[in-house]
């Protein structure tokens, strides 16, 4: 479809089969009535017949959409009406040659604010009503109307029997939800004139405004993720086909503010990269004076909403956050396109009169509209990983981190993966041995009791040794403790190695902030900790991918005779992906940590309320979290599907500390905390009485989703309880007495499930959650932080 000079003449190369993917491709891009008008001598006649059927049809379409237009047309200005067409039959002929040769959609009409609302009466009159109820978000038109024909969806996207909505504008561009606007667009309506095509008269905008309309259309698309490529291809036709219309573009330099040919620019870019059109000297010189933060976009993501049609990703963030100016608007932006929104509107049936709706056609709208949701849900769900991905490039040059960063990046990322991997199949791999609950209890306690106890000698060999060769050490120690573990059968021996393994891994917790402290400054720190902390949960998720995949994969690859040597090579390979990140380490530069501050620390009687809140919490969900693979692998889910729920619960991890701000400020610090809380209590009663593998996974990804959304609110009332110099001795007090009390919980609750089963442990830990979210919800008031602190 590019503009430039075409080798034609062996130029489709596809088989059949390929020729119906590529139409089905462009039918859902609009783009095959243009392939035919542009390529047909290329190709096979087959293809030329099926689109000829579809021009036909669409031909039906036009004089349909004619006759709906006349109508409409004469019933608004019989009430004294003005209004002008936008897009649709308006573009002929700029953006097409002929009006049917270009795609039926809405019936797009702009109106004064003041008038709109009496042209919704009006159409209400003709038949029209509100498709779905009203639109989410906020948009530049009233809710989109169409007429109830009982017309119904069948796979065609030229059916002339398909009704035409109509939309009423009221406004050219929403400011307040984009956060940014251009200057002018009060004068489109003030120059519009009137236009005449295949015997209909309308009033459209000047042909100047009608561009950059076209461009704003496309470029809120753009933004909000779901740019359709011919919103691009028909920009091209018109740049292509107008280059050399000299008054058309003189009066678009004139006529438009510098504001607006910025926006309309980054769109004009777009359409000579994706389609190689000719561009006017004026519109090259305009896009050349581009921000530089704009044209290093699209450089790098100009290519990624046609890649978002088959693999999702949320690139068109970090142009919108370059539009943007102020921080505030930022971040607004960020959380509206992150965090889930309201749920959809109908999809199905919308065009069928209430009383037309038959028993099997609401199963069928509800089953369809089940589908849609959860296919949107798996859509953000995968783009999560990609996005995050997508923010380190997009920030990383910016931000002034050096090689040596980057460098602990990647030893950090090897020995995160290397360890979830581990610690997903390990306690599988105990349940093969013949091992019970009360065992896996005694083994995770021991590894925590390891962790606390670890903290001291750690903060001492760092001091003494410097970061880098503590760190070293440690790794390697890990490793081989790991693959320990991994071939002793010995109980006593295990619980001695878990203990020792937790010991020597307490260097990483204890090292990790002074080495990101070391390797960044005063002005990317937080960024620097933000990179390294969220990129664990997308190592979690395809940590749980692999890991689940890792032992049936050693055995059809015949690797491993058995089951349990299939589970012994995976951890095996686990630790050797942590020796992996020796080799990054060892070419870090990290030296002695800085010396902290020595004096004792006394803890405030709000700390020690809040930390005996926290030791009841911490015996609560340690009671379940050390088991929650062994649970799942109790009701015979495969280790595959095991693996696959805990990369989900990963997902529902990170929505849920995205979602954790909002909540908090909506309830208040303690009592949203609490309510959280009391969520994480009800999700595990949810456990206890889940009789199949899919309730129970959807009970568990409510209890970590639940869990995990109070931790933000936790650390926020700890930091704004202590003094500032007090802050860091009251962390380590805190990992003191969590750590403690997982290490008493694991020990008592594997006791209790060999003894009593799961349901009753799932039970208590349920009931200590809940005394916990009291305890949170009387002992403790809202910090008042220091005011200076506060800013």
């Known amino acids: 479809m590019r503009f430039s000079p075409w080798e034609s003449a062996h130029a489709f190369g596809f088989s059949e089969s390929d020729w119906k993917k590529a139409l089905a491709f462009c039918d859902r891009a609009h783009l095959t009535l243009a392939v035919g008008l542009r390529r047909r001598d290329q190709l096979p006649e087959w293809v030329r ?21 006349e109508q409409v047309a004469s019933a608004f200005q019989a009430e004294g009406l003005d209004f002008v067409v936008l897009k649709g039959f308006s573009h002929c002929p700029y953006f097409v040659s002929e009006p049917g040769y270009r795609p039926q959609g809405d019936l797009d009409l702009l109106l004064p604010r003041e008038q709109a609302f009496k042209a919704r009466d009006i159409a209400l009159q003709l038949g029209y009503e509100p498709l779905g109820g009203y639109d989410r978000f906020p948009i530049d038109h009233l809710p989109t109307m169409i007429r109830k024909t009982g017309w119904e969806w069948r796979g065609d996207y030229f059916d002339p029997d398909s009704p035409t909505p109509l939309e009423l504008h009221f406004r050219l561009w929403d400011e307040r939800t984009e956060g940014f606007g251009p200057k002018g667009l009060e004068r489109f309506w003030e120059r519009r004139e009137t236009r005449e095509l295949d015997g209909l008269c309308f009033a459209a905008l000047h042909p100047a405004d009608a561009v950059a309309y076209a461009a704003l259309h496309l470029l809120r698309h753009l933004l909000r993720g779901d740019l359709g490529p011919y919103h691009l291809y028909e920009l091209a036709w018109l740049l292509e086909h107008r280059v050399d219309d000299t008054g058309l573009w003189s009066a678009w330099r004139e006529l438009h503010d510098d504001s607006l040919r910025r926006l309309e620019g ?21 896009i050349s004076r581009l921000p530089p933060e704009v ?119 090897f020995f995160d993966f290397g360890l979830f991997i581990y610690f997903l199949l390990y306690n599988l791999y105990l349940l093969q041995l013949g091992f019970r609950e009360n065992f896996l209890g005694l083994v995770s306690s021991a590894m925590t009791a390891g962790g606390v106890a670890g903290c001291i000698p750690s ?49 990483w917790a204890v090292a990790i902030s002074p080495a990101i402290a070391q390797l960044t400054n005063e002005r990317n720190r937080p960024l620097g900790f933000s990179i390294i902390f969220s990129s664990g949960i997308a190592i979690g998720i395809f940590g ?21 040597q299939a589970y012994r090579e995976s951890l095996l390979l686990a630790c050797a992906m942590v020796v992996l990140a020796l080799w990054p380490l060892s070419r870090t530069g990290l030296g002695v940590a800085a010396p902290d501050d020595r004096r004792r620390y006394r803890p405030s009687p709000r700390i020690i309320r809040f930390l005996i809140a926290m030791a009841i919490w911490n015996l609560g969900t340690g009671a379940f979290n050390p088991f929650a693979n062994a649970f799942f692998a109790r009701m015979r889910l ?12 990963q997902m529902a991890q990170a929505g849920a500390i995205l979602l954790a701000p909002m909540a908090l400020r909506r309830l208040g610090l303690t009592r949203g905390i609490s309510a959280m809380q009391l969520a994480t209590a009800a999700a595990l009663i949810g456990l206890t009485g889940a009789r199949g593998a899919a309730w129970a996974g959807v009970a568990y990804a409510a209890y970590m989703t639940s869990q995990y959304m109070s931790e933000p609110g936790m650390y926020t009332y700890l930091m704004g309880s202590a003094p500032a110099g007090d802050r860091s001795a009251a962390s380590a007090l805190n990992f003191l007495v969590t750590f403690s009390a997982q290490a008493i919980a694991a020990a008592a609750a594997g006791a209790f499930v060999t003894r009593f089963g799961y349901p009753a442990v799932l039970l208590s830990a349920a009931l200590i959650c809940a005394a916990a979210a009291l ?7 809202d910090p008042k932080p220091d005011p200076a602190a506060a800013r």
């Open 49 to 69: 017949d099926r689109i000829d059927h579809n021009l036909a049809r669409n031909a039906q379409c036009w004089s349909k959409t004619k006759a709906i237009y």
């Open 266 to 286: 980054i769109c004009f870019d777009l359409a000579r990269r994706w389609f190689d059109c000719r561009m006017p000297a004026v519109v090259a010189d305009e």
């Open 295 to 413: 044209a290093r976009w699209l450089e790098m993501h100009s290519t990624s909403p046609l890649a978002g049609m088959f693999r999702p990703n949320k690139d068109e963030l970090w142009l919108h956050w370059s539009l943007l100016e102020s921080r505030p608007e930022r971040f607004r932006m960020l959380r509206r396109r992150l965090l889930p929104g309201p749920p959809p509107g109908p999809i199905d049936a919308v065009n069928v009169p209430e009383e037309q709706l038959t028993w099997r056609i609401r199963l069928r709208r509800r089953w369809r509209y089940a589908a849609y949701a959860a296919s949107r849900v798996m859509h953000h769900a995968r783009a999560l990983p990609t996005t995050a991905w997508s923010a380190l490039r997009w920030f990383a040059p910016g931000a002034g981190f050096g090689a040596q960063y980057w460098r602990f990046y990647l030893a950090a990322g």
């Open 459 to 507: 903060a001492i060999a760092i001091r003494r040794f410097g970061i880098r060769t503590t760190l070293l050490f440690g790794f390697v120690l890990i490793a081989i403790l790991s693959a320990f573990r991994a071939s002793v059968t010995f109980a006593p021996a295990l619980i001695g190695l878990a203990f020792a393994g937790g010991l020597v891994a307490s260097v």
């Open 544 to 564: 749980g991918l692999a890991g689940g995949r890792l032992p049936g994969l050693l055995s059809r690859l015949h690797f491993a005779s058995s089951s349990l």
């Open 638 to 649: 495969p280790v595959e599907q095991i693996g696959v729920l805990f990369s989900s619960a």
């Open 775 to 781: 305890l949170f919800r009387l002992l403790l008031g």
